[in-house]
């Protein structure tokens, strides 16, 4: 007994980086060691059209081109009357991990967004939108190297696997307090599961019997209304030019999440499972965005900075990993640019004229620390948006991104991946709109 308790608490300190990771094919929507604790791996915000310009968004609007942008609920406003824009989008990625002397791959494609919105009065506009928050993916192994235990008992390989997923639901209005100034508010609704699994597997070298294996099973389950506001100013407007600012507020907080767990018998001391049930401390961090957008009939270009307060919403809140070594939160900032270009909106002849080109960049910090390293994102992004007939905004998206997360060094796991996504931007004239004159 004493000796499987001590395969138990080694392998609770075992879960450190470097591991051997595996991969394959399967439901999971991201690949990552870094998804171990927290909600796991964000997603980049918005629709196809800005994620290919690095992600911006906080200060578009764009009412005459009639898209939709959910990052900002006080764009809505921005939707003309009598109009209608439906969104949905499809999503590849390729993960390439490595470190110091393995490397392995993992590719996934899923439905990614869906969304809508539309005018219900003048200066007032309605949006709709699901998309995924975060994803939990990973795969992986780690031997214990405690002599006492390799020496007693033989080889003790610790198996840890996690999946999961957690999407909002936003719904809100946008309104146009007065001329070029708007406001909006989103009632978001997280929701999603998150399972996460550790098997210890014993090989004995001395005879005399073997030992089953250890397993724990851990779900979580997240479910909660949260807020965000947002406002948007026009400091230019006029016929060849548009400048706006923005600015939102996304509520965070405690997520109040079901937990559930299965543990080895053997924590407690008898030959039964035991099973918790318990409400989860998991929470996220307020974030704040600001950003810029210029744009004319021919070019846009825009700016955001995003800060994230994670470290006080989990103050005091640490992972034990190894001896001396922590998973834990911090505050983040991400920072995002982008440009795109229309040659010509209303060229009849040329086709590749009323293509819209579009490349951007992200730099983003991840809200834990690894043993003190800090983790951190850095990507380009290219797009294009193919127009389906002249005169009307509707699009098919394509965007491609391509990425790098963590590094090598202070044994650490490098990640690079690519994702490619593909959208359909659809605008239409809505004829329920308009005030019946006849009965």
Same mark, same amino acid.
């Given at each position: ?15 450190a ?16 060691p870094?998804t ?11 629709t ?8 911006v968004g ?16 006080a764009?809505?406003s ?7 824009v ?8 390729n ?6 002397q393995?490397?392995?791959?993992y ?13 219900i ?11 995924? %928050? ?6 992986m192994?780690?031997? $214990?190297?405690?002599?006492? *235990? =390799? &020496? #007693?008992? !033989?080889? @003790? ?8 997923d ?18 909006g508010?989103?009632?978001? %609704? ?9 098997? $210890?597997?014993?090989?004995? *070298? =001395? &005879? #005399?019997? !073997?030992y @089953?294996d ?11 209304f ?20 923005g ?13 559930s ?34 744009q004319?009939?021919?070019i846009g ?42 040659p ?28 003190g ?5 850095k ?18 998206n394509l ?24 959208g ?8 329920w ?7």
């Open positions: 007994m004493q000796i499987r308790k001590a395969v138990i608490y080694a392998a609770a300190g075992a879960l980086l470097p591991l051997t990771l595996t991969a394959q094919n399967s439901s999971i929507n991201t690949f990552s870094y171990l604790y927290g909600v796991g791996s964000l997603s980049t915000q918005g196809g059209n800005l994620r290919g310009m690095g992600g906080v200060a578009y609007r764009d009412g005459a081109n009639i898209t939709f942008n959910y990052l900002n609920p764009s809505y921005a939707i003309p009357r009598n109009a209608f439906f969104n949905i989008e499809l999503e590849g990625q993960f390439y991990l490595s470190d110091a393995r490397k392995t791959s590719n996934t494609f899923n439905i990614r967004d869906i969304g809508l919105s539309f005018p009065a003048k200066n007032l506009g309605f949006g709709f939108s699901l998309t995924p %928050y975060s994803s939990v993916g990973y795969r192994e780690s031997r $214990i190297e405690d002599d006492a *235990i =390799v &020496g #007693g008992i !033989g080889d @003790a390989v610790m198996k840890y696997s996690g999946s999961g957690i999407n909002q639901f936003k719904m809100g209005l946008g309104y146009q307090l007065f001329k070029n100034f708007s406001i508010v989103d009632a978001i %609704y997280y929701h999603g599961y998150i399972d996460r699994q550790q098997n $210890i597997t014993i090989t004995s *070298i =001395v &005879g #005399g019997g !073997g @089953a250890t397993q724990a099973h851990m779900s979580e389950k997240v479910s909660r949260m807020m965000m506001a947002g406002m948007q100013y026009n400091a230019i407007s006029n016929q060849n030019r548009i400048l706006t600012l600015a939102t507020y996304q509520m965070g907080g405690n997520l109040k999440s079901t937990y767990q299965y543990v080895p018998s053997d924590y407690y001391g008898s030959d039964t499972t035991f099973l918790a049930f318990r409400t989860s401390d998991l929470a996220i961090g307020n974030k704040y965005a600001a950003g810029v957008f210029y004319t009939g021919m270009a825009g700016l955001d900075y995003t800060f994230a307060d994670w470290g006080s919403r989990n103050r005091g809140r640490a992972h034990a990993i190894s001896s001396g070594g922590y998973v834990r939160y911090r505050n983040t900032n991400t920072v995002s640019a982008g440009f795109e270009i229309t010509n909106r209303m060229d009849y002849r040329r086709y590749m004229r009323r293509v819209s080109y579009r490349v951007g960049m992200r730099y983003e910090q991840d809200y834990m620390t690894y043993h390293n800090t983790v951190d994102t990507a380009v992004t290219v797009g294009m948006g193919f127009p389906v007939r002249i005169g009307i905004p509707s699009k098919l965007g491609l991104e391509y990425g790098q997360k963590g590094k090598t060094s202070n044994n650490m796991i490098k990640a690079n991946y690519f994702k490619f996504s593909i359909l931007m659809l605008f239409g004239d809505d004829y709109f308009y005030k019946q004159k006849y009965d």
